[in-house]
Nanobody
């Protein structure tokens, strides 16, 4: 069964931190690179960060590089996104998916950065 379940979002003040988690099931995610994507109201869904299956390579969007860190625990079929130094422009619904993305999406987790 293919499933993605994101969690860990919330309301945080600018400069704060959050750690997102994504529990995934299905070989399509276990054997591939994974990514975090986000979609702000009225905007397209964009890649934020990706990590290879062996955790040997990561890459980040310019807007989050140096503030966000992606990691994964293959034994627990979970991928994480540590977000530090959050800014109001980081406000969005965050999703995980394979990289490149598939047609499978979870419900996402809302991150709101506001004072």
């Amino acid at each position: 069964q293919v499933q993605l379940v994101e969690s860990g979002g919330g309301l945080v003040q600018p400069g704060g931190s959050l750690r997102l988690s994504c529990a995934y099931s299905g070989d399509i995610f276990r054997i591939n690179a994974m990514g975090w994507y986000r979609q702000a109201p009225g905007k397209q869904r964009d890649l934020v960060a990706m990590i290879t299956r062996g955790e040997r390579s990561t890459n980040y969007a310019d807007s989050v590089r140096g503030r966000f860190t992606i990691s994964r625990d293959n034994a627990k079929n979970t991928v994480f996104l540590q977000m530090n130094g959050l800014r109001p422009e980081d406000t969005a619904v965050y999703y995980c998916n394979a990289y490149p993305k598939t047609n499978y999406w979870g419900q996402g987790t809302q991150v709101t950065v506001s004072s």
